[in-house]
């Protein structure tokens, strides 16, 4: 059998709608006068499928991606041979591995003149390693720090052979809430630094999603480098509304595998919290918390037939049981998160809900699931 036909054995699953993230490039990239996106798919494209969703992306013309990891390039490498498509590693890479940078043409985030001296001795004669000079000015991860570390990191990269300037970054800690003071002591800092050091606007990619959608008027927006958006939910804090409204592109949905009638005085799951006060149906789900659907969740809504049920008792690590108005038969569809009828139950309320925010929610999304395009 293949993975997926395995994966397809338990009745339970994602539903992506790729057109949705299609849609999403192309509103966030017209919202912020962007010309070029780099999209960020690292940690399975925030949960979706990387192969899928760089697929889709691809199509409508993105040819750069950035993921989190070395072997997170190599699997995109290997998806995507041709020399137009670059892709960039955001975190900190060790640089041991720079062979297998170089050979599949990952451009690593780099920040330390001594980073890059190590890096270069592992470059053989005629080969280059495209790389991203990272600047942090004030996310406190990784970067050059300082007007004069920008400096010496492109003049180094400048005038080598071996290294190959992709762009220059800088990450914003605050893009996502109200603390509007932060964010423009980190463009100025950005600013004054690349523009002491003389590197080209061409290069820049300052916006992440929060950028993007709030402050698109501050800073250059030529090139946006975004992930949440994408998969269609409003990155910000629950105040910060979208000045214009995404595609919903992610469904979480399940099959009733039984149903049972609670007599009065009878408990559901581990530590028996939950207690009926009156007979009611209920329905057990192949669904817990090995496939991401958290502990904390017990309590939460879920969708049947077109209306809110709940989920009660514990949550376990492979079932949930949930409220019944009547009784239903097994293999009925349940909405955990997505839309059914006239109700619909987003992300963000899932990460509200688990006291959470919606890229835990979906990255948390097991392997176990199978996602459905
Ligand atoms: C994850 C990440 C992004 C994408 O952030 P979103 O808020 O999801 O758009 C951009 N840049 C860097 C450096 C990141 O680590």
């Given at each position: 059998?293949?993975?997926?036909?395995?994966?397809?054995?338990?009745?339970?699953?994602?539903?992506?709608?790729?057109?949705?993230?299609?849609?999403?490039?192309?509103?966030?990239?017209?919202?912020?006068?962007?010309?070029?996106?780099?999209?960020?798919?690292?940690?399975?494209?925030?949960?979706?499928?990387?192969?899928?969703?760089?697929?889709?992306?691809?199509?409508?013309?993105?040819?750069?991606?950035?993921?989190?990891?070395?072997?997170?390039?190599?699997?995109?490498?290997?998806?995507?041979?041709?020399?137009?498509?670059?892709?960039?590693?955001?975190?900190?890479?060790?640089?041991?591995?720079?062979?297998?940078?170089?050979?599949?043409?990952?451009?690593?985030?780099?920040?330390?003149?001594?980073?890059?001296?190590?890096?270069?001795?592992?470059?053989?004669q005629g080969q280059q390693l495209p790389v991203q000079l990272a600047v942090d000015t004030g996310m406190g991860r990784m970067g050059a720090h300082?007007?004069s570390s920008v400096k010496s990191l492109y003049d180094m990269i400048q005038s080598s052979e071996q290294l190959v300037l992709s762009g220059v970054?800088?990450?914003?800690?605050?893009?996502?809430?109200?603390?509007?003071?932060?964010?423009?002591?980190?463009?100025?800092?950005?600013?004054?630094?690349?523009?002491?050091?003389?590197?080209?606007?061409?290069?820049?990619?300052?916006?992440?999603?929060?950028?993007?959608?709030?402050?698109?008027?501050?800073?250059?927006?030529?090139?946006?480098?975004?992930?949440?958006?994408?998969?269609?939910?409003?990155?910000?804090?629950?105040?910060?509304?979208?000045?214009?409204?995404?595609?919903?592109?992610?469904?979480?949905?399940?099959?009733?595998?039984?149903?049972?009638?609670?007599?009065?005085?009878?408990?559901?799951?581990?530590?028996?919290?939950?207690?009926?006060?009156?007979?009611?149906?209920?329905?057990?789900?192949?669904?817990?918390?090995?496939?991401?659907?958290?502990?904390?969740?017990?309590?939460?809504?879920?969708?049947?037939?077109?209306?809110?049920?709940?989920?009660?008792?514990?949550?376990?690590?492979?079932?949930?049981?949930?409220?019944?108005?009547?009784?239903?038969?097994?293999?009925?569809?349940?909405?955990?998160?997505?839309?059914?009828?006239?109700?619909?139950?987003?992300?963000?309320?899932?990460?509200?809900?688990?006291?959470?925010?919606?890229?835990?929610?979906?990255?948390?999304?097991?392997?176990?699931?199978?996602?459905?395009?």
């Amino acid at each position: 059998m293949t993975n997926d036909e395995i994966l397809n054995l338990r009745p339970t699953w994602l539903e992506i709608d790729l057109k949705a993230i299609q849609e999403n490039a192309k509103k966030v990239m017209n919202h912020a006068g962007a010309k070029r996106l780099i999209a960020v798919v690292k940690a399975n494209a925030y949960g979706h499928g990387v192969h899928a969703v760089a697929q889709a992306l691809l199509d409508i013309g993105v040819t750069d991606f950035a993921v989190a990891t070395v072997g997170e390039g190599v699997t995109l490498r290997e998806q995507f041979p041709q020399e137009n498509v670059t892709i960039t590693l955001l975190g900190v890479q060790d640089v041991k591995q720079t062979p297998i940078m170089v050979a599949y043409q990952l451009a690593p985030a780099v920040a330390t003149i001594a980073w890059l001296e190590e890096a270069m001795t592992q470059i053989k004669q005629g080969q280059q390693l495209p790389v991203q000079l990272a600047v942090d000015t004030g996310m406190g991860r990784m970067g050059a720090h300082s007007a004069s570390s920008v400096k010496s990191l492109y003049d180094m990269i400048q005038s080598s052979e071996q290294l190959v300037l992709s762009g220059v970054f800088t990450h914003f800690a605050t893009a996502d809430d109200n603390n509007v003071a932060y964010y423009k002591k980190q463009v100025k800092n950005f600013y004054h630094w690349v523009e002491a050091a003389n590197i080209p606007e061409t290069y820049w990619h300052l916006a992440n999603s929060g950028s993007a959608i709030w402050h698109h008027n501050e800073i250059d927006t030529n090139t946006i480098r975004v992930g949440s958006v994408l998969y269609g939910y409003n990155p910000g804090t629950p105040e910060l509304t979208m000045p214009f409204k995404l595609s919903p592109v992610l469904s979480l949905k399940s099959k009733i595998g039984s149903v049972h009638c609670l007599e009065t005085g009878e408990s559901v799951s581990y530590g028996a919290t939950y207690t009926a006060e009156k007979p009611q149906w209920v329905a057990t789900l192949p669904i817990g918390y090995a496939d991401g659907y958290l502990r904390r969740m017990s309590g939460m809504k879920v969708l049947v037939d077109g209306h809110i049920e709940h989920v009660i008792g514990r949550v376990t690590m492979d079932q949930i049981v949930i409220t019944l108005d009547k009784m239903y038969p097994v293999g009925t569809v349940v909405t955990l998160i997505g839309q059914d009828g006239d109700q619909q139950i987003t992300v963000e309320d899932v990460a509200n809900y688990a006291n959470s925010i919606p890229h835990e929610i979906l990255t948390t999304l097991g392997l176990r699931l199978p996602r459905q395009y």
